[in-house]
């Protein structure tokens, strides 16, 4: 075996050990320039405060070596806390306008692409037989109305002819109670009361007959008449024509597609924000939005949905954005900045952001008597001058250069700078 490697590998693993266990050792011997009190601090069980550090093997009556640091006066500014999510432009409307009846068409097509009012006509259907149903229940309805007054003049007269025999037999019942007619005559009486009145009722139900003949006449020209109705298919909305109308000849069967229109005024931007942000979005928020080919867009939420997407776990949002000529087309990517409340933050370095031991995001700051603290932080947003964070105190010294190089507990000698 060749010595030389082995003894590579030897000093590698000495170095390696020196750097990773005694860096703290070594950070104070290359902050304090005295090598025999790094090695001192080493010797005495491999401390690894750099308090300790500092001061180890010195004389009580010595001044201790402070490790120096610069810090910055930070003081909280109120920024805004956009919510910000991807999503897409969506037409705010778009249906498939079909056919509610079997016919050919006999009108020529609309092309995609063009703009189409209200109740404008699409498609025109071969009526066919319809006009001559729509003449049948009309007639039929005509009959049923005439044969009403005939039906009420009857019962009239049946009603009159009950009057008179009422009459006729009170009259044979005074009579016999006083012994001027005979027990025939006003049997004969009560016999005609009976007869008339049968012939009410019989009168009454052909009149209620021929009301009901009236309505299914009625009931009949309105089905007529909806069914020549459905010839025409007409636009629900004003909008464009995202495919050509039917063609020519073709036979459209129910159900079958005559046209596709969308409406693109005003169009909604749909993005589904997480549920640890759903609470700061709310109906009428103001929202920015930059499309993929840089134009930027100004609207208000108006849905936020109340259930929460099973797979993602996410809420849509809806925003309604004026689009007057019709520029944004459906299906656009968007990023999406939605206003929310602001919030109290300091403005820092990025570099200024460590870890602690638990690996939780924080700064170091100086505190009373110079000594180093550690503050958990929560970034909001990342900028081209720095970083937002909230967390801190409304003013704090945030230690910039150096942080890595001092732990919790640690005094030292901050040299100050004011934020830029």
Request: hydrophobic share 45%; glycine share 8%; net charge negative.
């Amino acid at each position: 075996m060749r010595p030389i490697p082995v003894l590579t590998a030897i000093l590698v693993t000495a170095l390696l050990y020196v750097l990773v266990m005694e860096r703290d050792a070594l950070t104070a011997f290359a902050l304090s320039g005295d090598s025999e009190q790094a090695a001192e601090v080493a010797q005495e069980g491999g401390t690894t405060d750099p308090e300790t550090a500092d001061t180890a093997g010195k004389a009580p009556d010595e001044p201790r070596a402070l490790i120096g640091v610069i810090a910055q006066h930070s003081i909280a500014q109120t920024v805004d806390s956009a919510v910000i999510m991807r999503g897409e432009t969506q037409a705010v409307r778009q249906v498939n306008v079909r056919a509610e009846t079997s016919a050919i068409v006999i009108t020529e097509p609309l092309r995609r692409g063009t703009s189409v009012e209200a109740g404008q006509e699409l498609c025109r259907l071969d009526p066919g037989t319809r006009p001559a149903a729509l003449a049948e229940a009309q007639a039929a309805l005509a009959n049923a109305r005439a044969s009403g007054p005939a039906a009420q003049a009857k019962l009239k007269e049946a009603e009159a002819r009950l009057h008179e025999a009422q009459i006729n037999y009170n009259v044979a019942s005074k009579l016999n109670d006083s012994g001027y007619a005979a027990e025939t005559r006003l049997a004969s009486a009560e016999a005609a009361v009976k007869s008339a009145e049968a012939s009410v009722e019989s009168a009454r139900s052909g009149l209620e007959s021929a009301q009901s003949g009236v309505q299914s006449a009625q009931a009949g020209v309105a089905k007529a008449e909806k069914e020549m109705q459905r010839v025409t298919i007409s636009a629900p909305f004003a909008g464009l024509l995202e495919s050509d109308t039917a063609e020519l000849g073709s036979l459209l069967s129910a159900g079958a597609t005559c046209a596709t229109i969308i409406q693109l005024d005003p169009i909604k931007l749909v993005g589904y924000v997480p549920e640890t942000e759903v609470d700061r979005v709310t109906l009428g928020a103001l929202t920015g939005a930059r499309l993929a080919n840089g134009a930027e867009l100004r609207g208000t939420v108006s849905f936020l949905s109340r259930s929460a997407d099973p797979q993602t776990r996410t809420f849509r949002v809806d925003i309604d954005v004026p689009n007057p000529d019709l520029k944004i087309r459906d299906g656009q990517t968007a990023e999406i900045l939605i206003a929310a409340d602001g919030a109290k933050a300091h403005l820092l370095p990025q570099s200024a952001l460590t870890l602690n031991d638990d690996g939780a995001l924080g700064v170091r700051v100086v505190g009373d008597g110079n000594i180093v603290d550690f503050v958990p932080v929560n970034l909001i947003r990342d900028t081209i001058d720095g970083v937002w964070v909230t967390g801190l105190n409304e003013t704090a010294d945030v230690i910039v250069v150096g942080q890595e190089y001092v732990t919790k507990g640690v005094e030292v000698a901050p040299t100050f700078r004011e934020a830029k």
